[in-house]
T-cell receptor, first 114, second 111 residues
Framework: DSGVTQTPKHLITATGQRVTLRCSPRSGDLSVYWYQQSLDQGLQFLIQYYNGEERAKGNILERFSAQQFPDLHSELNLSSLELGDSALYFC?????????????FGPGTRLTVT | EDKVVQSPLSLVVHEGDTVTLNCSYEVTNFRSLLWYKQEKKAPTFLFMLTSSGIEKKSGRLSSILDKKELFSILNITATQTGDSAVYLCAVDNQGAQKLVFGQGTRLTINP
């Protein structure tokens, strides 16, 4: 158990809908990272927040957005969902802003878009 | 564009065999290369490599980095069924502050 929690574990929704994925980092970690893992794309970095501020951006679509709240939990919002958004979404956390190597991954949320 | 390529994509061996997994990379502002093991869900950290030629070792697993030829290998000796997993290689792009992952190698150990 990494100490990172993600909810929900599974999510099934229809195309065009909007969903919110939630992540609570390990106690003491200020950075939160979001990743998407699909069969054909592997693990793709989406976005990083540090202490409430966006710090790095990867291959995140405009239909996706994220935020980190004062209590350091983070939410990833996915809107206008398409079939291709079906994937496993991971959250990871680390202590510092540049400590990418010390990331601890949560169990993931499996999103299925039908 | 940053790229990490792992080979083979899939490998099936018998318990007790030794395996070598490969990872080559092209990335700007290289800081480190990391190996993760992914079983059913979340990737778990194995090694971080920053210097060429220095072997990192943990039990039956070991890894080494070649920064000149831009690759790393992960060795597993005396494999066990519990080693069955997807092994992910990632490179830390210091400038972009992100990890770039390879596709992974799916390793299956048969008893």
């Amino acid at each position: 158990d990494s100490g990172v929690t993600q909810t929900p574990k599974h999510l099934i929704t229809a195309t065009g809908q909007r969903v919110t994925l939630r992540c609570s980092p390990r106690s003491g970690d200020l950075s939160v990272y979001w990743y998407q893992q699909s069969l054909d794309q592997g693990l793709q970095f989406l976005i990083q927040y540090y202490n409430g501020e966006e710090r790095a951006k990867g291959n995140i679509l405009e239909r996706f957005s994220a935020q980190q709240f004062p209590d350091l939990h983070s939410e990833l919002n996915l809107s206008s969902l398409e079939l291709g958004d079906s994937a496993l979404y991971f959250c990871a956390s680390s202590v510092g802003v540049a400590s990418t190597y010390e990331q601890y991954f949560g169990p993931g949320t499996r999103l299925t878009v039908t | 564009e940053d790229k990490v390529v792992q080979s083979p994509l899939s490998l099936v061996v018998h318990e007790g065999d030794t395996v070598t997994l490969n990872c080559s990379y092209e990335v700007t502002n290289f800081r480190s290369l990391l190996w993760y093991k992914q079983e059913k869900k979340a990737p778990t950290f194995l090694f971080m490599l920053t210097s060429s030629g220095i072997e990192k070792k943990s039990g039956r697993l070991s890894s080494i980095l070649d920064k000149k030829e831009l690759f790393s290998i992960l060795n597993i000796t005396a494999t066990q069924t519990g080693d069955s997993a997807v092994y992910l290689c990632a490179v830390d792009n210091q400038g972009a502050q992100k990890l770039v992952f390879g596709q992974g190698t799916r390793l299956t150990i048969n008893p």
